[in-house]
DNA sequence: GCTCGTAATGTTTACGTAAACATGCGCTGG
DNA sequence: CCAGCGCATGTTTACGTAAACATTACGAGC
């Protein structure tokens, strides 16, 4: 007859299926312990307050029983979940995954977990969906990591008490961001080129739509104008290496261009291929920077010089915002911003005329030392 | 009086603070509306057996306080957290990202977030950490993304009910398992190398801890001995495109050495760097595959023949695996293995001495058609 | 006209935890 | 010698939700 019935049998083995995480509650351990519950929550908790023979007590019932405190009833009781949300875009650029992943360690550190919120396409549609869900989430702040203006146009209003912090993005006055000196890493870039005696630099910029391409692009043209060089017309890429390439090919036909700053490593690195392929030497003939640091970029042909991004500092700041914010019901809006640092590779070299017509491959002069006011990492 | 006891008025603010969170409840909602709050978890939950106009109401009340079911609640009662986590170690390698990232877009899929649990470094304690740390939190299931033989040494037991699945791995006896078919990919990649005329294929391999590595140098192996072809002393790496330009220092000396497989892309980058360094010509010398095929390897000079790995399937799988054995209470442990594909670009091409003494730079000759047996993806 | 079934809604209760308050006990000081 | 204090521990309660059970109301069938 206990098994007869194949319906409610189906039943009850759902049932079980569904229900037997649930091991130990405080009060079986308070049982086995000869103690109330509530004692079992002050040792669960660390509390003082606890005789320490009795504690020993609870302690041992907790591992005869495998006791998990129940994060959900904790959750309930107390009003916060001890996580972090993050929305982002697909993890499809290595700034965000670095970024993430610190935010990630960082929250640890501090006790918190952290969900993640995959946004698959950047529409406003998706970003709406993502903050939507967003309410029925179990997390007591948000970190976002993406172009601020779809988070402008968002029409779904945050939940209350949720606290966001806006990562490598612009629009300071209304949320709080974290973000790298986008424009101090140009400018460095641009100046590395300049003292390095080039007439000017062409730039290959990041998409229209990104703020940090955007920002990038107006460093370069104001550093250019500051030092009384001519901007030649900007090349458009889309930070892929298959875009930078083909940009890269348009780059080769210009007689007169001899340094180019790239937005970011991968254009960087389809940008050599181009020249490569059209004989243009890198860095006799050309000179390439690049943006970002990416661990491969190092082993480019030939190694990059790049601005190095902290993307751990600013995961770490992110987490530590808004933590901050939750603590003291903060609500002054600011940006804060992670220096960049140069790293002096092989991509870089004087402008080609300086060096005579003589192809004098005398490495040393490969490496420059003069004229850079912050001391740049070489090599690492 | 109200505000005269610093102390206590500062308790307040502390309170208010740490609680405004939680705005409307069930209960309110059902005072607005006029009905009972079991009324409103109905109309939440999407329950039958609600009058329409009833709905309706309890849908307005709900808008107009901005009602947002409270997830702990929720999970408390129902038992389930709808969360997956996922442990894995600091998310550098390409694959684990992509890997991640599909996780997260199919869960989401799935009406499940996402827990991010990072390991810092993949030291036992580190896991053993991340594992009892994991008891406590809020989640269903999880899907473990590393090499598995930290996870067979963990000494921490899993919370009962808690599923696991493991990408990238082995040992499917033990854990369900969804893993990238990388001994079938080892095999198509060393027999391309073979049908190209190659005498031998040589190997730079990933590090001998990681099961990975191991299983695509014992496919090279076995592919080898099948054909006949003597195997070449192993070179080993550790991923890195800077240990994969060591290694190419070294295997630019073996005048004998045609082809070589790297067990990854970033290794075959730094390989690249090193052969033109010394002036061993891809693909018309010496020929290089990869394994990965991340998006910047199209870009590489010359561009990479390289396998690919479908890390969104594997993902996908994961969560589908993991949900699976959620809902039937399963115990089958398996392997699901996700089949890698050839993607054929420029690095690659017959044998040297095959193409007769000239320098016969005819172009047709470098994508070769016959021989393979699947169909290769040529370019993309 | 009464019972019965069904649809719509209400009431009670329990999930596991932890704050708030209550109890008991031993020791100190006047 | 006992008021009073402080420590260790116990009891009550509430967090928001949803299952289980209870209660209406109304119409069909006899």
Request: proline residues 6%.
């Amino acid at each position: 007859m206990g098994t007869a019935d194949g319906d409610s049998t189906a039943v009850g083995a759902r049932k079980r299926a569904a229900r037997p995480r649930q091991g130990a509650s405080m009060a079986d351990v308070a049982r086995i312990a000869g103690v109330s519950s509530q004692t079992v929550s002050r040792v669960s908790n660390g509390f003082p307050g606890v005789n320490e023979e009795t504690r020993r007590q609870v302690l041992a019932a907790m591992r005869e029983l495998g006791y998990r405190p129940n994060s959900a009833a904790r959750a309930l009781r107390r009003g916060e979940f001890r996580t972090l949300g993050v929305i982002t875009f697909s993890l499809s650029t290595m700034g965000n995954i670095r970024t993430l992943e610190a935010i990630a360690t960082s929250a640890a550190q501090h006790g918190y977990a952290v969900t993640l919120l995959p946004v698959a396409v950047p529409t406003q549609d998706e970003v709406n969906g993502a903050f939507s869900r967003l309410g029925e989430l179990a997390v007591d702040a948000v970190i976002v990591i993406m172009e601020i203006h779809l988070l402008d146009a968002a029409t779904v209003s945050l939940p209350p008490g949720v606290q966001v912090v806006v990562a490598d993005s612009d629009a300071g006055d209304r949320y709080t961001v974290v973000d790298t000196d986008q424009a101090g890493g140009a400018r460095d870039a641009v100046r590395h080129l300049l003292d390095l005696g080039h007439d000017t630099v062409w730039h290959l910029a990041g998409p229209e739509d990104s703020f940090a391409a955007q920002r990038r692009a107006n460093a370069w043209r104001s550093t250019l104008a500051e030092a009384g060089a001519v901007p030649p017309p900007l090349v458009r890429g889309d930070w892929s290496a298959e875009s930078g390439y083909r940009a890269g090919l348009r780059l080769a036909e210009q007689q007169d261009c001899t340094a180019v700053f790239a937005a970011n490593d991968q254009m960087a690195l389809g940008l050599l291929r181009a020249l490569h392929e059209r004989g243009r030497k890198v860095p006799d003939d050309v000179s390439v920077i690049g943006f970002d640091d990416i661990p491969e970029s190092a082993s480019f042909l030939p190694p990059l010089t790049t601005i190095h991004q902290d993307f751990a500092e600013v995961g770490r700041l992110c987490v530590e915002g808004v933590i901050g914010k939750m603590r003291q019901d903060g609500t002054a809006h600011g940006t804060t911003l992670v220096p960049t640092r140069l790293v002096q590779r092989r991509s870089t070299a004087p402008r080609p005329e300086r060096r005579g017509g003589q192809d004098l491959s005398d490495s040393s002069v490969v490496g420059p030392e003069g004229g850079l006011q912050p001391p740049p990492v070489v090599e690492r």
